[in-house]
């Protein structure tokens, strides 16, 4: 489940709909997405997989990446994995999608 874009979260954000890093869901929007809770939300921060900007309130805002990596973390927990695992999972899986595109687009120069 990829999450769907939603609004802005600052009002002259329209630029940034294509922006997966852009820090666009609140909290309960995050985890109603991703049929959750705030807390599962919270201990992806504490594990250090997610480190959500944060609103000049001080509310946690998540992008679209990093809805992605939580949605891969749900599933492994879903499955049995305990959630420190899951996040270093996760975490490997992330780096090596990174490296992969890094070397196609070094492979596309040549």
Same mark, same amino acid.
């Given at each position: 489940?990829?999450?769907?874009?939603?609004?802005?979260?600052?009002?002259?954000? #329209?630029?940034?709909?294509?922006?997966?890093?852009?820090?666009?869901?609140?909290?309960?929007?995050?985890?109603?997405?991703?049929?959750?809770?705030?807390?599962?939300?919270?201990?992806?921060?504490? #594990?250090?997989?997610?480190?959500?900007?944060?609103?000049?309130?001080?509310?946690?805002?998540?992008?679209?990446?990093?809805?992605?990596?939580?949605?891969?973390?749900?599933?492994?927990?879903?499955?049995?994995?305990?959630?420190?695992?899951?996040?270093?999972?996760?975490?490997?899986?992330?780096?090596?999608?990174? #490296?992969?595109?890094?070397? #196609?687009?070094?492979?596309?120069?040549?």
């Amino acid at each position: 489940m990829i999450p769907d874009q939603e609004g802005p979260a600052t009002p002259n954000g #329209a630029d940034k709909f294509d922006d997966e890093h852009y820090p666009a869901y609140t909290m309960g929007r995050a985890a109603d997405m991703l049929g959750t809770s705030q807390n599962f939300l919270r201990s992806l921060d504490e #594990a250090g997989l997610i480190t959500p900007q944060r609103s000049p309130g001080g509310h946690r805002r998540y992008s679209r990446h990093q809805l992605r990596l939580a949605t891969r973390v749900r599933e492994l927990v879903d499955q049995g994995t305990a959630v420190e695992a899951a996040c270093r999972i996760v975490t490997l899986e992330d780096q090596l999608h990174e #490296a992969q595109r890094l070397n #196609a687009e070094l492979r596309a120069e040549d």
